[in-house]
């Protein structure tokens, strides 16, 4: 049934290619400079002295518009494992590798809004891909910025209106498993104001059992106001999610029968369901003719549902805080300066409770609501201050410096069974960091940079098998000293860039699991992080009509513990868990003036060791995804898109996502792998009208 409706599609795209009005695209002849978010000192990627990796709208539509992690994992250094969508884990250069669920030890923002909470996780499945302008991802802790995060952080820039008057869109994806995705957007553009209101629905049968997945979002964004020196800019994003979660299986099933759940979670039906919003303003006024300020405040809620077979947890989190930044610029002794400096201030409320699931007893109807066994009340609170200062010393020599200091609070109460209130607060936090910057011509820059990092450890680390609070684990901490340089050759065709880093981290962070949904933390070790990327983009156009891109990015580390001793156990000089060695990407874009063009990803991805012992590793794969489409006008001020793919080409088997250190109960085996999509198809259109 599918295959028809691609062909289908690939009909209509023959017919279009022959019969309608073609959009004439203009063929650049250079690679376009990067702009990058206006919170950095430097606006252009090339005089930003660290590795950012870059996400253009281009590039997050190079597949089916459902998933973020296929356009993450082109930034090389950046792995980002997904499983049925809502269950992702992103490591930056091994960093966050071990975490046994989500993300965490990486800070990402939603324009000014912060996406990770207060105990340190971070999710960013729920921003619609369609709703982003922007990603830029910044590869270990060399900004002062964003505070606590030894991977790095994620900006995320929200899409405002771009084209004067009207625009609306309206947009379809269909694909094997049942995928569905129906997107319609509205946006108005005026001298002194604009708005963009989306709204989306996506689902999914899912290809495994018990992994069907819905979700639906409301997104607003705009700016007010607006003027010369100032404007109001207002965000806010509303997701509704229930997804069913097949969890982990062990090898012999994943080689066997890879569609199957975990047992006890298709027998409990396993699930999760929330509301999530998260809204903000962001003022932005010139103070002075060298001195600028952007205040942002904003509020994040969510209300979780998860029915596990273990039990069944229920959560509310609140969480609110303000940012401020004042940057500007001057001389000193004739020294061109500018600056950048402010605070943060981030309150996190949180809730929780866990109720027995008697799913055993409800007649094969799934989870079953029983008893509350737990209760808990969790408040955390952060104060980060930060200043960078950046220095011309003459036309081809920068210095920049910066300083970061991080105050973190918590409360933890229990209120069931047993009632208890226990307070804690790690000392202050100062992470420096400086860099130098060398210009040998205007499009070519060396780097070199040294910084100190944080990452501190989630509620659920600090606690003792008891539950209660354990005042002698540590943040963990690193030392980052990297080396890098970004050039334009051939007349600005050729894009390169490589860095080359190396990573220490102190007081390794280990969960040490002690109940199905329990975990303590240790401080454990040191672990090295080092290795080098490189990454190439070429402008080749051909001819008047056809202009090919081809890119080529790669990451080869060495991630492994220094020392680390847990249980007894001297795992020291043992491979990093949970990140491969290696990686690499490489692929093409064909564009033509005409509207059609034609995309290819290659993507390789070494073994991943699944236990501190390195007594197990995954296989080691490589995936190719396919896309064509057709851009057309069907009449004045009304274009179209019409695309389809083809995903995992060559029906590779492979594990899209792993569970670390994952342990057998009795003699059953670990459960370590969730397998990824095999080959799969959709296809897509759109049309944008302008009024």
């Known amino acids: 049934m599918l295959f028809k409706k691609i062909l289908v599609l690939g009909m209509l795209l023959c017919f279009q290619c022959f019969f309608g009005q073609k959009v004439r695209d203009s063929i650049p002849d250079k690679l376009e400079e990067v702009v990058i978010s206006s919170l950095h000192l430097n606006d252009s990627l090339l005089n930003a002295p660290a590795a950012i990796g870059i996400l253009s709208p281009k590039d997050l539509q190079r597949n089916n518009l459902t998933d973020i992690s296929a356009a993450v994992n082109l930034i090389p250094g950046v792995l980002m494992q997904s499983a049925n969508i809502t269950t992702s884990r992103i490591s930056i250069r091994g960093i966050g590798a071990r975490t046994p669920y989500g993300t965490n030890k990486i800070r990402a923002f939603y324009g000014s809004i912060p996406l990770t909470s207060g ?7 729920d921003i619609d891909v369609e709703n982003i302008d922007q990603v830029e991802i910044i590869k270990g802790p060399l900004s002062s910025l964003y505070g606590s995060g030894l991977g790095g952080a994620i900006l995320i820039s929200p899409k405002l209106s771009g084209t ?7 947009s379809t994806v269909y694909g094997s498993f049942g995928l569905m995705k129906n997107t319609v957007s509205y946006s108005l553009n005026e001298k002194t104001a604009s708005l963009n209101l989306s709204y989306h629905k996506l689902a999914s049968d899912g290809w495994r059992n018990n992994s069907a997945y819905y979700r639906e979002g409301l997104t607003l964004a705009g700016e007010l106001l607006r003027k010369k020196e100032s404007k109001l800019t207002y965000f806010g994003n509303y997701t509704y999610l229930k997804a069913y979660l097949p969890s982990s299986i062990d090898r012999k099933t994943f080689d066997e029968n890879p569609r199957a759940a975990a047992a006890t979670w298709a027998a409990s039906q396993g699930y999760k369901q929330y509301n999530s919003f998260l809204g903000g303003l962001s003022y932005d006024w010139k103070i002075s003719q060298k001195i600028k300020n952007s205040t942002a405040v904003f509020v994040n809620y969510k209300q979780n549902n998860e029915p596990r077979p273990f039990d069944i947890l229920k959560q509310y989190t609140f969480a609110y805080g303000v940012r401020t930044q004042f940057s500007g610029d001057f001389d000193i002794a004739n020294i061109k300066t500018k600056f950048n400096a402010g605070f943060e201030y981030f309150k996190d409320d949180y809730s929780g409770r866990t109720l027995q699931n008697l799913y055993k007893q409800n007649n094969g109807l799934g989870s079953l609501e029983g008893f509350q066994l737990t209760g808990t009340q969790q408040n955390r609170s952060f104060l980060n201050a930060f200043a960078q200062l950046r220095m011309q010393l003459s036309k081809k020599f920068e210095v920049q410096a910066g300083m970061n200091i991080n105050k973190t609070e918590f409360t933890l109460d229990n209120n069931f069974p047993e009632i208890s209130s226990e307070k804690y607060s790690y000392d202050a936090i100062w992470s420096p960091q400086i860099s ?22 989630s509620v659920e680390e600090t606690l003792t098998a008891s539950g ?11 030392y980052n000293y990297e080396l890098g340089g970004k050039f334009y050759f051939f007349d600005r065709k050729l894009f390169a860039e490589i860095a080359m880093y190396r990573m220490e981290i102190n007081n390794l962070l280990v969960a040490q699991r ?35 891109n081809p890119y080529v990015a790669a990451s080869i580390g060495e991630y492994k513990f220094e020392r680390f001793n847990n249980l007894g156990n001297d795992f020291s000089g043992h491979k990093l868990t949970g990140v491969p060695a290696n990686t690499a990407n490489a692929g093409l874009t064909l564009n033509s003036s005409f509207g059609w063009y034609l995309s290819g990803d290659f993507r390789f991805v070494d073994k991943i060791p699944l236990n501190d012992s390195n007594a197990d590793f995954t296989d080691a794969y490589q995936i190719l995804d396919l896309k064509t489409g057709y851009r057309f006008e069907i009449f004045q001020n009304l274009n179209a898109n019409l695309a389809a793919g083809i995903n995992n080409v060559t029906d590779k088997q492979y594990a899209s996502l792993i569970l670390p250190n994952a ?10 792998y969730y397998p990824g999509l095999p080959v799969n198809y959709y296809g897509s259109f759109s049309v944008a009208y302008h009024f």
């Open 436 to 457: 130098l910057l060398f210009k040998p011509t205007n499009f070519q820059t060396i780097y070199l940079s040294a910084s100190k990092g944080f990452s501190l450890p």
């Open 119 to 125: 105990d340190s996780e971070t999710t960013i499945e």
């Open 663 to 672: 342990t057998g109960v009795g003699t059953a085996a670990p459960r370590f």
């Open 514 to 548: 002690v109940s199905d949904d329990q975990y303590v933390g240790i401080n454990a070790g040191e672990t090295l992080h080092q290795g080098i990327e490189i990454s190439l983009n070429y402008n080749w156009q051909i001819n008047k009509i056809f202009v090919l």
């Open 468 to 478: 209660n609070i354990n005042s002698d684990i540590k943040p963990e901490s690193g």
């Open 164 to 170: 004067a008057g009207n625009n609306l869109k309206l």
